[in-house]
C-alpha cells in the first residue's frame, strides 16, 4: 500500500508556472508507475500524464503535451509535474495516482492508490 500527498497548488496568471509534488509513503515507491489527474469543477476526473516505475516511459495527454513534464525522485518517493505556459483551462484539482507494476493507461478507474489533491488556478 502506498499513501500519497500532493503540494505546491495556488493561485498564477496565465502564461505563469508551477511545480506540482506528490510525496509517497513506504519503501516500494519503484513498485508503482505513478499518473496525475485532474478535475475542473463541475467535470470528469481527467488523466493528464504517466511515468512508469523507473521513468522509462512518459505518456501525456494532448491538451498539456510540449507545456507539462513528468519526472520522479526515486531516492525521495516523490512525483513531480511542471506546468508551464498555463492556461485558464488547466484550473483543476490535480491529484496523483498510483498502480503497482508497469502501467500506462490513461483511465482513472486502473489506479488504486489517490492522493488528495492540491487546487491549482490560473487567471487570465
Known amino acids: 500500500q502506498v499513501q500519497l500527498v500532493e503540494s505546491g497548488g495556488g493561485l498564477v496568471q496565465a502564461g505563469?508556472?508551477?511545480?506540482?509534488?506528490?510525496?509517497?509513503?513506504?519503501?516500494?515507491?519503484?513498485?508503482?508507475?505513478?499518473?496525475?489527474?485532474?478535475q475542473a469543477q463541475g467535470k470528469e476526473r481527467d488523466f493528464?500524464?504517466?511515468?512508469?516505475?523507473?521513468?522509462?516511459?512518459?505518456?501525456?495527454?494532448?491538451?498539456?503535451?510540449?507545456?507539462?513534464?513528468?519526472?520522479?525522485?526515486?531516492?525521495?518517493?516523490?512525483?513531480?509535474?511542471?506546468?508551464?505556459?498555463?492556461?485558464?483551462?488547466?484550473?483543476?484539482?490535480?491529484y496523483c495516482a498510483a498502480r503497482r507494476g508497469y502501467f500506462t493507461g490513461s483511465s482513472r478507474n486502473d489506479y488504486d492508490y489517490w492522493g488528495q489533491g492540491t487546487q491549482v488556478t490560473v487567471s487570465s
Open 48 to 94: 493528464v500524464g504517466v511515468i512508469t516505475q523507473s521513468g522509462g516511459s512518459l505518456y501525456y495527454a494532448d491538451s498539456v503535451k510540449g507545456r507539462f513534464t513528468i519526472s520522479r525522485d526515486n531516492a525521495k518517493n516523490t512525483l513531480y509535474l511542471q506546468m508551464r505556459g498555463l492556461k485558464p483551462e488547466d484550473t483543476a484539482v490535480y
Open 16 to 38: 505563469g508556472s508551477l511545480r506540482l509534488s506528490c510525496a509517497a509513503s513506504g519503501r516500494t515507491f519503484t513498485s508503482y508507475s505513478m499518473a496525475w489527474f485532474r
